[in-house]
């Protein structure tokens, strides 16, 4: 089965009670049982929900992988993958992330005795240096967010299958339809679903993939016993929003591939960081592992200057000022201020997250109106 098909039949059957096409919201928190521990399969939704079962083999059809876990959020999901770690473990992080994803790392799990190193991976064998016997764990994000650095997923698999470490990568910019970081190499995927694989900013959840039997099962138990589930209302419109992710996909490409060239060509724009420019570092990387190059962009106007950004996002009017990434509707946000204002300044700017960078999740609108709004925001 091929992926625009997996999107739509990907690990789905018919409702067995009416044949309803669609998995039903299985709206209740326990189910009836003939006898003590006679059940259909289900107890009880923390543990186990039709609908959200249901999106969980969508998940996992539209990875390539066998087991799909869904959570509350994109945190509560990575808080799971920690969670397989015990004090004293040691991980490798790119130094580039999500600031949410930080602040997990730094303000709650170092206080359990977990040691984070936080380092640039464009050059993936950069990452062997920081290997010793307590490292247990690689965590990438490609692309990053928000430089949209590429990180070679099989040359960090080779690394982690060497040492016996474990590799997840976050791949909720680049969607199972862009990339497949599981036939890459990966261990464990992640994707904070209420991004693209919603698609409609109307949802808020997490999700993991695996392969492996024993790590599913190990995730499994902390999903239930943690309890950071998602409800069958917010899974039903993950599975609905699944659905038409490959369409949607093919217009974010094409209209953030249009959109990246307005900006590098304008005079007021210092740098646009976007995969697909042929001068990106790892472009060659992106070619060979992603589909596309996607809808996510950052730029930096002339002159570093922190107000001229913020006036900019502040004059737009299709774009909208907002949190969060990959609906059908195109945003802006002001990174330093928002998605990573956790993250150190002096932290910040080493990657590049500088006070005048502005990054834009490009939306499906028609791109002219999006090429118009930016020329009127800029000036």
Known sequence: MKFNTKTIHGGQEHDPAYGSVMPPIY?????????????????????????????????????N????????????????VIKLLKPGDEVISTNDLYGGTYRLFTKVFEGFGIKFHFIGMENAHRVEEYVNERTKLIWAETPTNPMMNIIDIKALAAIS???????????????????????????????????????HSDVVMGALV??????????????NAS?????????????????????????????????????????KIEKVYWPGFEDHPNHEIAKSQM?????????????NDYDEAIKIVERLKIFTLAESLGGVESLAGHPASMTHASIPKEEREKTG??????????????????VDDLKQAIG
């Open 27 to 63: 709206q209740t928190s326990t189910y009836a049982q003939s006898t003590p521990g006679g059940h259909k399969g289900y107890e009880y939704s923390r543990t186990h929900n039709p609908t959200r079962n249901a999106l969980e083999k969508a998940f996992a059809s539209i990875e």
């Open 65 to 80: 992988g066998t087991y799909g876990l869904a959570f509350g959020s994109g945190l509560a999901a990575i808080d799971a």
């Open 161 to 199: 299958k060497k040492h016996g470490l474990l590799l997840g990568v976050d791949n909720t910019f680049a969607t199972p339809y862009l990339q497949l970081p599981l036939d890459l190499g990966a261990d464990i995927v992640m994707h904070s679903a209420t991004k693209y694989l919603g698609g």
């Open 210 to 223: 695996v392969s492996d039997k024993e790590l599913a099962d190990r995730l499994y138990f902390i999903q």
């Open 227 to 267: 309890g950071a589930v998602c409800g069958p209302q917010d899974s039903f419109l993950v599975l609905r929003g699944i659905k038409t992710l490959h369409i949607r996909m093919q217009r974010h490409c094409e209209n953030g591939a249009m959109i990246a060239r307005f900006l590098k060509d304008h005079p």
């Open 291 to 303: 589909r596309d190059f996607g809808g996510m962009i950052s730029f930096v106007t002339k002159g």
């Open 353 to 370: 997250v500088v006070d005048s960078l502005i990054r834009l999740s490009v939306g499906i609108e028609d791109v002219d109106d999006l």
